[in-house]
């Protein structure tokens, strides 16, 4: 079975300043997508930026961009010019390409940005 | 409407009754998915539904537990003799198609809360 692990329950940066989230996965698949979701309090799950594994280039979205390491599971989410509507918890989550489309998360990251 | 749409918002109940929460996916969206989500915890598969195939029940946790797609629009979980460890938010999302040419949209979820 496919595992998401986000390894920082917290982090927090500076308003301007840039921020890693880590993420990292274990599956046996060659073929999967991986997304990175903002949840601020209201609740809403919101699509940052997605990532799909046979491509090589690491997905950009404006002030967020990923490095993806496929050999490492790796799926970090770098966000440069931090704002404070950044503030919220991020979840990385894995989709098997195969089966059903269900989203694999892990236990998410709480971003704070202070000014 | 223009998102997901969950409800009730919130929802307060007593031990063992049983509780309706209802999702209106966007218009045209083939695909829905139920999620859970405990206090502090990522996202939690629960059931997904694709046009006229067979959901995938999964992730049903007991099978106090269903859910039904009419019409292949408004959907509804039902969680039957409530116990205190469904408390939760139940998110909902839909998608148009599978892979990443239908990313999943979320609505803004149920907390429901049991005492």
């Known amino acids: 079975a496919q595992t998401v692990t986000q390894s920082q329950p917290e982090m927090s940066v500076q308003e301007a300043e840039t921020v890693t989230l880590s993420c990292t996965y274990d599956t046996s698949e060659s073929d999967y997508y991986l997304f990175w979701y903002k949840q601020p309090p209201s609740r809403q799950m919101i699509l940052v930026i997605r990532?799909?594994?046979?491509?090589?280039q690491n997905a950009t979205e404006n002030r967020f961009s990923v490095n993806f390491q496929k050999a490492a599971k790796s799926f970090s989410l770098k966000i440069s010019d931090s704002q404070l509507g950044d503030a919220a918890m991020y979840f990385c989550?894995?989709?098997?390409?195969?089966?059903?489309?269900?989203?694999?998360f892990g236990t998410g990251t709480r971003l704070q940005v202070f000014p | 409407g223009a998102g997901v749409s969950q409800s009730p918002s919130n929802k307060v109940t007593e031990k063992g009754k049983d509780v309706e929460l209802r999702c209106d996916p966007i218009?045209?969206?083939?695909?829905l998915y139920w999620y859970r989500q405990s206090l502090g915890q990522g996202l939690e598969f629960l059931i997904y539904f694709q046009g006229n195939s067979a959901p995938d029940k999964s992730g049903l946790p007991s099978d106090r537990f269903s859910a039904e797609r009419t019409g292949g629009s408004v959907s509804t979980l039902t969680i039957q003799r409530t116990q205190q460890e469904d408390s939760a938010v139940y998110l909902c999302?839909?998608?148009w198609g599978t892979g990443t040419r239908g990313p999943q949209h979320f609505g803004d979820g149920t907390r429901l809360s049991i005492l």
């Open positions: 999302a839909s998608s």
């Open positions: 990532q799909e594994a046979y491509k090589q």
């Open positions: 218009s045209g969206h083939t695909a």
């Open positions: 989550a894995y989709r098997s390409a195969r089966n059903t489309d269900k989203l694999i």
